[in-house]
């Protein structure tokens, strides 16, 4: 019951406003899922630096936490910017040759800290409650850039948190991040499986799964088409799901096509949503909005 958005801007403008037009195909959904909400989000970028979204916990002292995780990081390369809003950190630093072993890094600074994001480009932010707490707290609707993609939730099974909120970034691969409707009813299987090599898990959120499959086969050398083509082998359940990287976004939808999804594509823009309520209240005019079929997968480059 969950709602999924996405939008790419198609005119080759870097800083059009991809956080006010996610926003709101989000709140046109707010009735299918409003446990909690979260963007991710494409920006400029900056000469290359990365930059971090932060969970600092839940327990307050985030100022004091900041402060730690900017000591640790400080070891292993320049910091640029660090910022704090409520419970979230921004972290701009030099860039890394080894994801991981920078998230690591930060982990490290404390208990409950965890890294949302990171990316050269992408930026995600989600907290509990609807897309307009999430504007009204973090001023999501005044980011630019050149597309995003957007959830909002209503649990069915996990808990009803940060962590396990949507979307979710591919913990170690920058860029990449997804955001899901249904079950994928393999998860725990999967999950062993990867579990095995050695990749660690930071939910019990099915939908985490995708964000690791879909690093592991893009770490592999393999398209984003061909990740989400392969998915629909090797995921089950009913499912559409969104995934983005620095210059692209596409979905996939399962072979028995049993969550809802539609698209539309224009000259100047593509928009992607699990109702056709969520295109029309971001975008004006005359277009045909299609719905996708089974087994669809489609991709779209900036």
């Not at 963007?39 to 970028?45: D, R, S």
């Not at 860039?95 to 994001?117: F, K, T, W």
């Not at 995003?148 to 962590?163: A, V, Y």
């Not at 620095?246 to 593509?270: M, Q, S, Y």
Request: glycine share 8%.
């Amino acid at each position: 019951m969950c709602g999924i958005s996405g939008f790419l801007d198609r005119t080759g403008n870097e800083s059009v406003a991809v956080g006010q037009t996610i926003l709101k195909m989000l709140n046109a959904l707010d009735c299918r899922g409003p446990d909690s909400a979260g963007v991710a989000l494409y920006g400029e970028g900056r000469n290359g630096d990365l930059v971090l979204r932060i969970s600092l916990g839940e327990n307050g002292a985030f100022d004091e936490r900041a402060a730690q995780v900017s000591q640790r990081v400080q070891t292993s390369g320049s910091v640029r910017d660090v910022s704090t809003t409520a419970e979230y950190m921004r972290l701009v630093v030099e860039d890394q040759e080894d994801a991981r072993q920078l998230e690591r890094l930060v982990e490290s600074a404390g208990e409950g800290i965890e890294v949302v994001s990171m990316g050269h480009r992408l930026e995600i932010v989600k907290q509990v409650g609807s897309p307009r707490n999430l504007d009204a707290t973090y001023g999501v609707s005044a980011f630019t850039g050149t597309h995003g993609i957007g959830h909002t939730r209503l649990s069915t099974e996990s808990r009803i948190d940060l962590s396990h909120s949507q979307p979710f970034w591919a913990h170690g691969y920058p860029d990449l991040a997804i955001v899901h409707n249904g079950h994928i009813t393999n998860y725990h299987k999967m999950r062993r499986l990867y579990e095995q090599r050695g990749v660690r898990f930071y939910t019990e959120n099915d939908s985490e799964i995708i964000g690791v499959y879909l690093a592991d086969r893009l770490s592999q050398q393999m398209e984003l088409k061909e990740a989400l083509e392969a998915s629909l082998v090797d995921l089950d359940g009913s499912f559409s799901y969104l995934a983005a990287t620095p210059d692209a976004i596409g979905f996939a939808r399962d072979p028995f096509a049993l969550k809802p999804l539609l698209f539309t594509e224009t000259d100047t823009f593509v928009a992607v949503a699990t109702e056709e309520i969520a295109i029309r209240a971001a975008f004006e005019g005359a277009y045909r909005v299609d719905e996708a079929q089974a087994k669809d997968v489609r991709i779209w480059q900036r």
